[in-house]
């Protein structure tokens, strides 16, 4: 669904309208984190994939646009690189990318979707985190069998918890320089609880049933894009959905969202705000490629926004770190 479509559907006012300070709707003067989308293969489909991944997808980032992102994050001084996907671990140079990361970056993530992880192919990568520390960030929809299974696939859910154990096994979760973060998405047209709680929650059933121990849990508004967005349309509830997230506006969530800190770079080069900008392609302002952006300079600018950003800023707030106010 693309970002006009979205805007026209729902009876709700537009997002800048909602913001009082115009200076939250501008970037930091310098940012921290450089997201990059490796691409959108992946060896699932989950119903909630707002970039709309799965096995048939081709969109996979060249190693010419991989090396442009490593220059970018040196000249401009990103402290963060966050690769994401899709599966990030399919793109043919995802090892290369991942070391060379490592090189510069004070923290890699990897946003992984765990199952990936137990293949042949993919399996020895869960070592080379170890050896690079990268902070694992993984879905886990909820900590039961039949919930998760119902939005990632059947058998989705036990062979996560084998992989989690697997990294518990390695020292993730429990030493302090291997972090593993498990993300929640509720299942439905719903805002979620408050992260606090879900993370105890999570704690203490994971430990309990499964033994895996994780260090923070964060918690993700579903966003009206991507397959979420399609299912809400089909169904006739985009419009109800979208009062839901405009009557829990939260003013106080505004000033850290995630886009003021942050460049989301697209599987062709292509540059965001946030890769919910990216999922509806809503380019950024000025320089929107990074092969221009390595040649060009960086300013403070204007982001872009719609509708959809209504998702970042109810309840508690929403991003790719979780929850963004009390």
């Known amino acids: 669904m693309k970002v006009d479509e979205l805007n026209k559907k729902a009876s709700i006012p537009d997002f800048d309208s909602m913001v009082e300070n115009e200076r939250f709707l501008h970037t930091y003067d310098s940012l921290t984190t450089l997201q990059v989308n490796v691409g959108k293969l992946c060896n699932l489909e989950c119903k909630h994939c707002h970039v709309e991944a799965g096995p048939m997808r081709t969109e996979i980032m060249s ?68 050896e690079n520390k990268v902070n694992i960030v993984c879905s886990i929809p909820f900590y039961s069998k039949k919930n998760t299974d119902a939005q990632r696939g059947d058998g989705v859910f036990m062979k996560s ?90 003013p106080a969530t505004v000033e850290g969202i995630m886009c003021r800190d ?26 929107n490629n990074i092969f221009d952006l390595a040649k060009g300079e960086l300013d403070v600018r204007r982001i872009k926004t719609g509708k959809h950003c209504f998702g970042c800023t109810a309840g508690s707030g929403s991003s790719c770190g979780g929850a963004t106010a009390e």
């Open 63 to 130: 190693k010419d646009v991989l090396e442009a992102c490593l220059e970018v994050f040196k000249k401009y001084g990103f402290k963060v690189m966050d690769i994401t996907g899709g599966a990030p671990e399919m793109n043919p140079d995802f090892e290369w990318f991942l070391e060379e990361s490592s090189k510069i970056a004070e923290k890699v993530i990897v946003r992984t979707n765990l199952v990936v992880l137990l293949s042949s192919k993919y399996e020895h990568l869960i070592d080379k985190y170890v």
């Open 161 to 250: 918890m084998e992989v989690l154990k697997i990294l518990n096994s390695k020292g993730y979760g429990k030493n302090d320089d291997l972090i593993l973060d498990v993300v929640y998405n509720p299942n439905g047209a719903f805002l979620p609880p408050t992260q606090e709680a879900m993370q105890a929650l999570y704690k203490e059933r994971l430990y309990d049933d499964f033994g895996v121990v994780f260090n923070n849990l964060y918690t993700i508004t579903n966003n009206p894009v991507g397959r979420f967005g399609d299912f809400l349309d089909s169904h006739k509830i985009l419009d109800q959905y979208m009062h839901t997230l405009y009557y829990a506006f939260n």
């Open 262 to 287: 942050q460049i989301s770079v697209g599987w062709d080069g292509s540059l965001y705000d946030c890769d919910f900008n990216q999922a509806v392609d809503l380019k950024m302002e000025g320089i």
